[in-house]
């Protein structure tokens, strides 16, 4: 499981980015050339390099799995307790790291509030608090107790701001996850798949409680890990498992557990700067073009950033933005009212995206309502949510992209005399206006007096 560790003067490392998934009808890149170098290429180990199929043919699982839990009550001693709490904050050069690695994962995986993820090898939690922060159903998951105790002491300490679901704990024991088949949306798995002895049945489990159009996200090291200095200083002193990342396997695994998509991200968190000149002549396609490159290509070349996909996606619904648009009608636009009374308006709302509204009495995130704004006379804001109103829904699950629906709403009448304006728009709970993501609200006019 995730071993988020400390190791004197040594940053974690190896960790990596997910890309997104390509939009439904999108064209997928060109294959590889021929000259294309292997993507599991190994180096030769040194004559006294510990093998970590040595240790994985040593111990069992479950021996595995205390010795990572001894780890992290090692390395709990001192101050490496305030190291964990402070994570991803542990300097410079790691936060830069974590944060931009962390991001790439976010934007690839995009778990979507109220979504159920489980946060796979989460070890002392910082990556699960990120998740709840954001709406999401996290189930904390390691195989280490002591590192869950800490993730449970860390949302202590510093609990999410506002109203987000509570995340749960799940101890691993290395074999069997106990969640229902189908019961999760996303996962993330942070640096943490390549600590586990067993990765075939773990890939099968992880496949198993997935729900179909579900997505999980790795970030983990290459094919030549193992041999990595400090890998071998971890297994050499704490019986780490510390295995190589190979992608041709991790298809086989993939295929045998069900998932049907894999997609590998290029990218780095190491800075590309250059010149005016220089980004001049990269913009042009220059030699500065052939430099970015092979900066990327040395990153990714011992990395192994990837998301694996299950079954079609599913179609998106008002708790995602990006698939959000409506034709907003108002009639009349134009009305005289009295003071403190009810203006009447006709509403015609037609779903133009690519999104299904969720019905008004559905989810707290993502239930689709008409909402409005009102203006003075100069059209500056005096309430900015004056008013909800249900929407009908052709069917139970809402309002599906080509749909309309027609609707009569009062709009409550300020109680002094004067020119208002009202915009009258939608509003999917939780995440936005669709003002705000490129829709244009119905404007009325409304003279009291």
């Given at each position: 499981m995730t071993l988020r560790r400390r190791a004197a003067g040594v940053r974690n490392r190896l960790l990596g980015s997910v890309a997104p998934v390509p939009p439904p009808g999108s064209t997928p890149p060109a294959p590889p050339s021929a000259s294309v170098r292997d993507i599991d290429a190994a180096t030769p180990a040194a004559d006294d390099a510990v093998d970590v199929v040595d240790l994985l043919n040593t111990y069992t699982v479950e021996q595995l799995s205390e010795a990572a839990d001894e780890y992290y009550r090692t390395n709990l001693a001192g101050d490496g307790r305030d190291y964990y709490f402070a994570k991803p904050a542990t300097g410079v050069d790691e936060a830069s790291e974590i944060l931009i690695c962390f991001a790439q994962v976010l934007a690839?995986?995009?778990?979507i509030r109220g979504m159920r993820v489980l946060d796979f090898g989460a070890g002392t939690g910082w990556t699960s608090r990120f998740l709840t922060q954001l709406g999401c159903e996290v189930v904390v998951c390691d195989v280490s107790a002591t590192a869950l105790d800490v993730a449970r002491e860390l949302f202590a300490r510093q609990p999410v701001a506002g109203d987000q679901p509570e995340p749960t704990y799940l101890r691993f024991d290395g074999h069997h996850l106990d969640l229902p088949d189908e019961s999760i949306d996303r996962i993330f798995c942070i640096d943490a798949f390549h600590h586990v002895p067993n990765p075939a049945a773990v890939l099968h489990e992880l496949g198993r409680v997935l729900r179909p159009g579900g997505v999980a996200g790795f970030q983990e090291p290459g094919p030549n890990h193992s041999k990595d200095p400090q890998s071998q200083f971890e297994m050499k002193n704490f019986t780490v498992i510390e295995n190589d990342v190979r992608m041709r396997d991790i298809a086989k695994w993939a295929d045998a557990a069900g998932f049907t998509g894999l997609e590998l991200a290029i990218f780095t968190w190491h800075p590309f700067h250059t010149s005016i000149e220089g980004y001049e002549d990269y913009l042009a396609h220059g030699a500065t073009a052939d430099l970015h490159y092979e900066h990327h290509r040395q990153f990714v070349a011992n990395r192994r950033i990837f998301f694996l996909s299950?079954?079609?996606?599913?179609v998106a619904d008002s708790r995602d933005p990006r698939g959000l648009r409506a034709e907003i009608q108002a009639t009349p636009d134009q009305l005289t009212?009295?003071?403190?009374g009810i203006a009447r308006v006709q509403l015609t709302l037609r779903?133009?995206?690519?999104?299904?509204w969720l019905p008004s009495d559905g989810p707290a995130i993502g239930r689709v309502l008409v909402g409005a704004h009102l203006y003075d006379g100069h059209r500056r804001m005096l309430e900015?949510?004056?008013?909800?109103?249900?929407l009908p829904a052709p069917t139970p699950s809402g309002v599906a992209p080509g749909e309309q629906v027609t609707l009569s709403i009062e709009v409550p009448v300020p109680d002094a005399p004067g020119n208002y304006t009202v915009a009258l728009d939608l509003?999917?709970?939780?995440v936005c206006w669709f003002e705000n993501i490129d829709t244009a609200p119905a404007i009325i006019q409304i003279a009291v007096g």
């Open positions: 690839g995986v995009r778990p299950k079954g079609e996606p599913l009212a009295t003071p403190g779903n133009t995206g690519t999104g299904l900015r949510d004056h008013l909800r109103a249900p509003v999917a709970e939780g």
